[in-house]
């Protein structure tokens, strides 16, 4: 077996090292990074609510009230009365009759899985779903099985496969690392026609889609009874931390008492909370927040195309340009980084061997002054 140091040192050698750059102060269009001011074409903040002021002032007035942390698990006393109320305004919102709070998507996620399914039961995935999906199904108990990326006709193929106690299908409504959107009406009538569950995680697309920010079910035109499950983060578009799943009465129940990522830690604090419902009046009332990304998306690819860059299929905030090569793709990142923009390079196991990518993220803080110097740089370099 290799030592550690030798597994690190291959890893340089091929590009995909990964190291942490530390941020001074708050998220926002602008970072210092290494006491270099620098644009941010890398964050999920998508609509600039990281360090907004009501916010703010909704997290410390909740410190006041309740403290700095909760105490116990939800199931102990942790359970307070924000996390309470943010449950049912997330229901309201999203349309759901019930909807179960967990400290972050990766947990959620999980405890979907494992507290619904297990064995003799079938798990199908979409084959780039998010890290935290694809670890749910296989820590799940179930028969684990992964159809081609976004083709319907190959999940239905193995719907049709399966004779299983329970069936499920678990996807991300906005992939990622390519910022696509999965086709869910299709799937949606495959798993109808199958008696099988959707679950959708919507953690790039709540927020930035439809017209009040519900996501892609709002989106798309659908609803709880084509999209049983959906599951969103909190820390991306509502600029706070964690995650909720929405769902009938029966699953979320069945989740309190099944999930394990959700009856074996702690509750997140309360004041986060109390932060997080500022944050969803304000992706319901800010609708400009979703116009102003819009436009600078499209403007964004309409310059990019010219310049002869590969660009995927994306109408999301996530805009990535494929280079191929890892090596080249750090080089491109750090060249960018020299003239002032910070974009993230993507390479495996993150995204498929010969994939990697420059990922672009906008944020309804870019001014257009801002997104005309990231096409200046990266004119820049494709000379």
């Known amino acids: 077996m290799k030592s550690l140091k030798d597994q690190l040192q291959q890893k340089k050698e091929q ?5 942490r750059k530390v941020i001074e102060g708050a998220q926002a269009a602008e970072l210092i990074i290494d006491g270099k001011k ?20 909704a997290f410390k007035k909740g410190i006041d009230r309740y403290g700095t942390g909760s105490g116990a698990a939800h199931l102990i006393n942790g359970h307070s009365a924000a996390h309470h109320a943010l449950e049912e305004e997330l229901a309201e919102f999203t349309g759901y ?3 179960l709070l967990f ?5 959620a996620n999980l405890g979907v899985a494992q507290g619904l399914m297990g064995r003799g039961d079938v798990v199908l995935e979409d084959r780039l779903n998010h890290a935290s999906l694809l670890d749910a199904g296989l ?4 028969r684990f099985s992964r159809f081609a990326h ?13 004779a299983a106690k ?12 390519d910022g696509d959107i999965a086709p869910l009406p299709a799937l949606a009538k495959s798993c109808q026609q199958h008696d099988a569950y959707l679950m959708v995680d919507d953690a790039h697309g709540f927020g930035v889609l439809g017209e009040q920010g519900r996501g892609c079910i709002e989106y798309l035109g659908l609803g709880q009874s084509e999209v049983p499950i959906l599951m969103a983060t909190l820390g991306k578009a509502c600029g706070t931390a964690g995650a909720f799943v929405a769902a009938d009465e029966d699953i979320i129940e069945t989740l309190i008492q099944n999930a394990r990522s959700y009856i074996y830690t702690t509750a997140s604090p309360p004041a986060l909370a109390e932060a997080t419902r500022a944050s969803i009046k304000l992706v319901q009332s800010e609708n400009w927040r979703r116009e102003h990304l819009a436009e600078l998306i499209k403007q964004f690819r309409q310059s990019v195309a010219q310049m002869g860059y590969e660009l995927m299929d994306s109408i999301t905030p996530i805009q990535p340009i494929v280079i191929g090569d890892s090596h080249q793709a750090m080089q491109l990142s ?7 923009v910070h974009v993230g390079a993507i390479r495996p196991p993150t995204v498929e061997p010969g994939t990697a990518r420059l990922r672009i993220t906008f944020n309804a803080e870019h001014s257009v002054a801002q997104l005309n110097q990231l096409l200046d740089a990266l004119e820049k370099i494709k000379k």
């Open 15 to 19: 590009g995909l090292y990964r190291q």
């Open 38 to 57: 620098v644009i941010n074409f890398c964050s999920n903040n998508y609509l600039g609510l990281a360090n907004h002021s009501e916010i703010n002032a």
């Open 97 to 99: 009759p019930r909807c």
């Open 103 to 107: 400290s972050t998507g990766y947990m």
């Open 139 to 142: 820590l799940s108990g179930a």
């Open 150 to 162: 976004a083709d319907v006709s190959d999940a239905e193929k193995k719907l049709e496969k399966y």
């Open 166 to 177: 329970e069936k499920m299908l678990l996807t991300d409504g906005v992939f990622s690392m």
């Open 334 to 340: 750090q060249q960018l980084l020299k003239l002032g």
